[in-house]
Nanobody
Framework: HVQLVESGGALVQPGGSLRLSCAAS????????MGWFRQAPGKEREGVAA??????????YYADSEKGRFTISQDNAKNTLYLQMNSLQPEDTAMYYC????????????????????WGQGTQVTVS
C-alpha cells in the first residue's frame, strides 16, 4: 500500500522560501518518477516539477515559471521527496501535492496528472 504524506506548507511573505517534504511509504523502487503539483482555488491542478530517478542518476523537470526558483530533490535513504521553493510570490499560493507513478516508469509527459497513480493529501502554501 503506497502512502504519500506532504508537509512543510505554511504562510510566508513574498520573497520568502519554503521546503516541502513528501514522505513515501510502500514505494521503494530502483527506478521511479515522482512529482510535485499544485492547485489554486478555481484552477486546474498543474505540474510544478518532477524527477526521474534510478540507481545511479536522476533528472529533474520544471514548469517554465518555476525554473530557477524551485528545486526538486530526493533522499532515497529516507524515502522522501523535497521541493525547495525560493522567491515565492502570491501567485504561488496553492495546495501542493506530491505524486508518484507506477514503479519502474519514467517521467515522459511529466506534467500530465493522470499518469500518476499515487497522490498525497496536499500541504497548503500561502504567500501573502
Amino acid at each position: 500500500h503506497v502512502q504519500l504524506v506532504e508537509s512543510g506548507g505554511a504562510l510566508v511573505q513574498p520573497g520568502g522560501s519554503l521546503r516541502l517534504s513528501c514522505a513515501a511509504s510502500g514505494y521503494t523502487y530502483s527506478s521511479y518518477c515522482m512529482g510535485w503539483f499544485r492547485q489554486a482555488p478555481g484552477k486546474e491542478r498543474e505540474g510544478v516539477a518532477a524527477i526521474d530517478s534510478d540507481d545511479s542518476t536522476s533528472y529533474a523537470y520544471y514548469a517554465d515559471s518555476e525554473k530557477g526558483r524551485f528545486t526538486i530533490s530526493q533522499d532515497n535513504a529516507k524515502n522522501t521527496l523535497y521541493l525547495q521553493m525560493n522567491s515565492l510570490q502570491p501567485e504561488d499560493t496553492a495546495m501542493y501535492y506530491c505524486a508518484a507513478r507506477p514503479p519502474n516508469t519514467y517521467c515522459g509527459g511529466w506534467a500530465v496528472t493522470w499518469r500518476y497513480n499515487y497522490w498525497g493529501q496536499g500541504t497548503q502554501v500561502t504567500v501573502s
